[in-house]
């Protein structure tokens, strides 16, 4: 894991090398081991390394091969690269390292752009071709590895933060005011919008070429991630539930190649419970594991963490986090995230991520389970959406309504109020702005509230649903169960729950991994019946099928805990609102300077 940075000029510009080294150096903390800029005339590449496979001086980034014709920057892992060496071994090239990097790199050389598809992994990477003078980029499937980009009048620069990428003088920190409306409807951006105009995010799963006078000569996606769910799998539950294991089981082992300690977060749910366990399978010695909670009870998953934790027999650490004895968390939060994000879970992720960082330098986490297998509420909402249009639209309006309160206190996380508002706002519109809507944070005309009358048309013209709609439509032909796990997945975990777990992560200078979201897993998943992922109003069915004798029984019952803080008490028990945190935070540090 770690930050790669680069600049292109379409002349020779003597300032090129200060401005990658000054990019490099905003991202220490992704990679903390080593760090070097290389020029190769127009092109200036960077790095910061985080050192997780080889750790030799070797292995060290950019890398050129003997050739000199590529040079490469690289920020992941690729999980199968043992298999693809051998491949290349065989077709006649040597190997001067054991690294992933130099595996890739000959990849590129041998297959071109088509050697993405051979990749088993998270990645985001540059590669310069002296000889055709043009630069390569490209994006693992899902986005689990970031790469900002921005285009000048005769320069290309790009980074893996946002942040970063502003320390080249030339790219402007003007907010973008779509990405703005997009931020207030959902809490985050989608991409490729960042919160900046001047800066892109290349989109998961997709590839970029750049010519020498810096323009984009070619893009596109490698992976139709819609695809995999047209061929559904004709076979008992059993057997799919034997399947799914032995995939999953398969991850974690390609997950657990590390040359320094691994370890995993564990919050006690069934999906970090199912990776721990059979983590036990490969781990040599002691497996630490780690958990953060609070001191608000509904919010504290700890007890669960610690009972996993000595089923399992690992070494657990815990945490708890109260922002009230440490206003530096929340500001902390919105740093560490480098955009416009709203997640509050965010906040333990970063805490747990700081307490891993003591013990182990990779984490694997249960991520992306839910997106596979239907483990969200608003896919129990989904289907109740049909039972409740047959309710008169003005009883739906009244319950959806913010004036008509049943239980407006509680100290739960989402109170009775708030769940049935948002369910029946929802079933006002179609089943696609129904789902949309249920995560949805200000709708358009509270967002012009906030933004001012004069927003209206641009509220409305850059709706982020539209985005939504747009993946929608790629999908129509399937159940809508999978419609909607396809949806969510290319927007909710792409550019939410993926970029916080980096986010987090990175802040710490450790390295997390998702099996869950191996590409043998995901497009398995993806082709199993959508009638036994979700069956009997029981969510992730056959996943807690497949899972029966890998986790106790106590975790299969469990019910399901969004990975959330308490921050609405600790902004009221500090007499602070939503509005004056973000002013303190946000404005006053980021956006007016």
Not at 38 to 57: N, T
Not at 209 to 225: H, P, Q
Not at 446 to 468: A, H, M, Q, W
Request: net charge neutral; charged share 25%; proline share 3%.
């Amino acid at each position: 894991m770690c930050g790669i940075a680069g600049r292109l000029s379409s002349e020779i510009c003597l300032e090129s090398e200060k401005i990658v080294l000054d990019i490099c150096n905003k991202m220490i903390h992704r990679g903390p081991d080593f760090g070097s800029v290389k020029s190769f005339g127009a092109m200036v590449m960077g790095h910061r390394r985080l050192s997780i496979i080889d750790l030799s001086l070797e292995a060290n980034q950019p890398m050129t091969l003997t050739t000199g014709r590529y040079s490469i920057v690289f920020n992941g892992e690729i999980y199968n690269y043992q298999d693809i060496r051998n491949e290349l071994i065989k077709i006649g090239y040597k190997f001067h390292t054991n690294s992933d990097t130099e595996v890739l790199l000959y990849s590129y050389q041998q297959w071109g752009e088509k050697c993405l598809t051979k990749f088993n992994g998270m990645f985001a990477f540059a590669i310069w071709d002296e000889i055709d003078q043009s630069l390569f980029l490209a994006r693992d499937r899902f986005g689990k590895k970031p790469l900002f980009y921005s285009i000048g009048n005769s320069t290309f620069t790009f980074a893996s933060e946002t942040i970063a990428l502003l320390e080249d003088p030339s790219i402007s920190n003007i907010f973008s005011h779509e990405a703005i409306n997009c931020y207030l409807s959902l809490g985050y951006i989608l991409n490729p919008m960042t919160m900046y105009s001047s800066i892109k995010l290349l989109e998961p799963g997709s590839f970029m070429v750049i010519s020498r006078d810096c323009k984009i000569v070619r893009k596109g996606f490698y992976w139709n991630y819609a695809g995999s769910f047209r061929t559904k799998i004709k076979a008992s539950e059993e057997e799919i539930a034997k399947n799914i294991l032995e995939l999953l089981n398969e991850s974690v082992k390609r997950r657990m190649i590390s040359d320094v300690p691994v370890g995993a977060f564990l919050s006690g749910g069934i999906d970090s419970s199912s990776i721990v366990s059979l983590m036990k399978n490969f781990h040599k010695g002691d497996l630490h594991t780690f958990s953060v909670g609070f001191n608000q009870k509904s919010y504290n998953e700890l007890p669960d963490a610690d009972r996993v934790g000595k089923w399992a027999d690992t070494i657990h650490h815990g945490i708890i986090v109260d922002a009230r004895q440490n206003d530096q968390i929340l500001e902390e939060s919105i740093w560490a995230s480098d955009q416009l994000f709203s997640d509050n879970s965010i906040i333990p992720m970063i805490e747990v991520s700081k307490l891993a960082a003591k013990q182990v330098t990779v984490v694997l986490s249960g991520d992306g389970a839910d997106e596979l297998f239907g483990g969200y509420i608003t896919y129990t909402a989904d289907n109740y959406y049909k039972k409740a249009q047959i309710v008169p639209k003005v009883i739906r309006q009244l319950l959806g309504s913010q004036k008509f309160s049943i239980n407006p206190f509680s100290t739960k996380k989402i109170n009775f109020d708030y769940r049935r508002q948002q369910f029946f706002s929802g079933t006002l519109f179609n089943y696609q702005k129904a789902h949309y809507s249920w995560r949805n944070i200000f709708n358009e005309e509270e967002r012009i509230k906030i933004l001012g009358e004069s927003s209206r048309e641009l509220v409305y013209d850059t709706d982020p649903f539209r985005v939504f709609k747009k993946y929608y439509d790629n999908v129509l032909d399937l159940e809508s169960l999978d419609q909607h796990l396809y949806v969510d997945a290319m927007t909710w975990l792409t550019d939410d729950i993926l970029v916080k777990v980096d986010r987090s992560t990175m802040h710490s200078s450790i390295e997390a991994r998702a099996p869950y979201l191996d590409i043998d897993l995901v497009n398995y998943a993806a082709s199993i019946p959508s009638a036994i992922k979700m069956k009997n109003g029981i969510k992730k069915y056959i996943l807690k099928k497949a899972l029966k004798n890998t986790v106790p029984e106590f975790v299969l019952n469990k019910k399901k805990n969004g990975f959330n803080a308490p921050v609405n008490m600790w902004i009221e028990n500090t007499e602070n609102n939503e509005f004056k945190v973000f002013n303190k935070y946000v404005y006053e540090k980021r956006i007016s300077k």
